[in-house]
């Protein structure tokens, strides 16, 4: 049985030292995944032992507290997180809080592939909306970017998402020579699709096999490519986080672009991250970190977790500074993007 943590009037929201109210949550619910694609990890992985991983009822109370606390968007991620034995029963039990009106969104990042057998089962437990991350429509390519991906089995996947009623955003890592010249075929089958679509820069996040500077494609530049052949037409910025927004007037949909490495957009970050063992990152971009496994597993209560997140959030940090050149190919984090679900 998992706990019921209630909203409480006792918990004061969570609010930094540069005024930054932290409403949103993101959880990695595991370091695994079905895919290796080759800008996230490595060919040979080695994953975490399941005794370091926080049980589906730690993910609860963690996600509680925060939620009591003011968080108002809750976000799994992983690794893939549909691949976490039972995560129906964790994603069911978080449910309540949509129903009690204290959360706001439940939500996922995925790689599809788990999708046609589960969206029906997201959609009844109140997931609106998801990401799925796809890179290319070929299928010797998908193969080729994740190392074991069955695109058609995404393809599926994000089909029995749409059926039961849940929106799909599609993201896309824009890699240089090997999706970049798709990247408007993309768009557009998003768009045909009632999809939007969000491209993302390649992250210096973990070792990976190959060379990043390799794989680095600026957005800037793919923006302005874009902009030879549509017009792009700014929307407002509301979701405090590195993604912007234009509206495409010729296919009528939405395009984003995170740009981490460009465009600083940290003086409105509302977000933490939590790792699957439990690790709080109050920054993608920087290496501070407060251990809530302990606090979690040390007692019943939540009052030394509580201590504990309180005590994170009063030091998160200004801002990050990634960088990819030829001077700086070591990864800027040693940690994998999917540790902390990016
Ligand atoms: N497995 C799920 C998926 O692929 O959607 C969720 C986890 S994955 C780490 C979350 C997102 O991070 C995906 O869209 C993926 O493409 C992106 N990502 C992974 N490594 C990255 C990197 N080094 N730089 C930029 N984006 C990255
Ligand atoms: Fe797995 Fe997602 Fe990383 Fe690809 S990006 S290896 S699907 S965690």
């Not at 390799?214 to 549509?230: F, G, H, I, K, W």
Request: charged content about 25%; some cysteine.
């Amino acid at each position: 049985m998992m706990s019921i943590v209630a909203p409480s009037p006792a918990y004061s929201p969570l609010v930094d030292n540069f005024g930054r109210e932290i409403t949103y949550l993101r959880v990695s619910v595991t370091d695994r995944c079905d895919f290796r694609c080759v800008y996230c990890m490595a060919e040979d992985m080695t994953f975490l032992p399941k005794r370091d991983l926080l049980t589906l009822e730690e993910l609860d109370r963690l996600c509680s507290a925060f939620i009591a606390r003011g968080v108002r968007k809750l976000r799994l991620t992983g690794g893939e997180p549909l691949v976490r034995r039972d995560l129906m029963t964790l994603i069911r039990s978080l449910s309540r809080h949509l129903e009690s009106g204290a959360l706001e969104e439940l939500t996922l990042t995925t790689n599809g592939t788990q999708l046609a057998n589960l969206a029906g089962q997201l959609a009844d437990a109140g997931v609106r909306r998801i990401n799925v991350s796809v890179d290319t429509l070929d299928p010797i390519l998908f193969r080729k970017v994740t190392r074991r991906g069955n695109l058609d089995q995404v393809l599926e996947g994000i089909a029995a998402a749409q059926a039961a009623g849940i929106r799909v955003k599609i993201n896309t890592v824009a890699l240089k020579g090997t999706n970049e010249d798709e990247l408007r075929s993309m768009i557009e089958w998003a768009h045909d699709r009632d999809m939007d679509l969000t491209l993302i820069e390649t992250m210096p996040l973990g070792e990976i096999d190959g060379d990043r500077t390799d794989q680095y494609l600026p957005l800037s530049l793919v923006r302005s490519r874009l902009e030879s052949a549509y017009t792009l037409v700014d929307l407002p910025d509301r979701t405090g986080g590195p993604a912007r927004y234009v509206s495409i007037a010729e296919t009528g949909g939405k395009l984003g672009f995170i740009t981490p490495l460009t465009h600083n957009f940290c003086e409105s970050c509302n977000r933490v991250r939590v790792t699957c063992t439990g690790t709080l990152f109050m920054c993608l971009g920087q290496e501070d970190a407060v251990d809530l496994r302990m606090p979690l597993r040390s007692s019943e209560s939540d009052e030394a977790l509580h201590a504990a997140i309180e005590n994170a959030i009063a030091h998160k940090p200004k801002g990050h500074d990634f960088i990819i050149d030829r001077e700086h190919r070591r990864p800027a984090l040693s940690r994998h993007m999917s540790m902390t679900g990016g």
